[in-house]
């Protein structure tokens, strides 16, 4: 008998022991196609999160970014977005985490702050998580773009109607740049419209991600490929985006 609850004994510690491991967050498990990670503790992190960029890289759709404010450096992990190296930065607070284990970087952090991204200016549009959004125009603004000539030309309002029959086919579409989302997941993320669609339905803005870089307020005709019901995890899920796009001359 006294085996058998010495036994028990052991095991109920082990079972709670793995449960504790397994129950630990694994922060860069949300990006696609990421390893997943090791740590040994977690605990909050000060929210006060701003300082000077003294090094950055990306991995495992993760931008690592060492900042330095007062003398002290700290390691800080976003969703991935384009930072500068000498630049002021401020961060959305997030979680600390220590022994951080990073399998895409084959190195292992003693601490590093888990965040959501970059703060967005006083008075810009608060950005998705991992890039700073360029200021949008006016919601109530009326905007009447001519559609683009050619046989794969289509308004914004048909590229939602033939979504699935456009689905990773190649799209043109003229329209005004209405807000610009810069460096997340490695590309652009550009939102237009031409005043066709249903803003109640959602049908009167495409959003497309590109290389290129137009601004807001910019008339442009962009070119890419459409895909439906495209989900890129971490938040990002679109009934109809245009990815891979350029901005036809």
């Keep these: 008998m006294k085996r058998f609850l010495k036994v028990f ?18 922060a860069d498990s949300t990006a696609p196609g990421q390893q997943v990670p090791s740590a040994k503790a977690e605990t909050k992190a000060d929210p006060a999160l ?15 970014i060492l900042i330095e404010k007062n ?22 607070p997030g979680a600390e985490m220590q022994d951080f284990s990073s399998p895409s970087l084959k190195r292992t952090f003693k601490s590093i702050i888990f965040s959501g991204g970059l703060m967005p200016k006083p008075g810009s549009v608060a950005a998705s998580p991992g890039g700073a959004a360029k200021e949008a125009s006016p919601s109530n603004e009326k905007i009447s773009v001519e559609k ?18 456009l689905n990773e086919k190649t ?35 495409l959003v497309v991600t590109s290389q ?26 679109y009934t109809v985006i245009m990815e891979k796009a350029t901005v036809v001359k």
Excluded: R
């Design 9 to 26: 004994t052991v095991s109920l510690a082990a079972a709670l022991l793995c449960s504790s491991v397994f129950a630990s967050p694994k």
């Design 50 to 64: 701003s300082g000077k960029v003294v090094e950055t890289m990306n991995a495992g759709g993760y931008t690592y």
């Design 148 to 165: 683009a000539a050619g046989p794969d030309a289509y308004t914004v309002s048909e590229i939602h109607t033939k979504k699935a029959a």
């Design 212 to 237: 290129d870089l137009p601004s807001v307020g910019d008339i442009v005709t962009m070119k890419g490929t459409i895909y439906s019901d495209k989900d890129f995890g971490s938040g990002y899920k």
């Design 71 to 92: 003398g002290k450096q700290t390691w800080v992990a976003i969703p991935m977005t384009q930072v500068t190296v000498g630049k002021e930065i401020t961060l959305q």
């Design 171 to 205: 799209a043109v579409v003229k329209a005004k740049v209405v807000k610009v989302s810069e460096g997340i997941m490695g590309k652009n993320f550009i939102h237009l419209k031409d005043g066709t669609g249903d803003a109640a339905l959602g049908t009167n803005k």
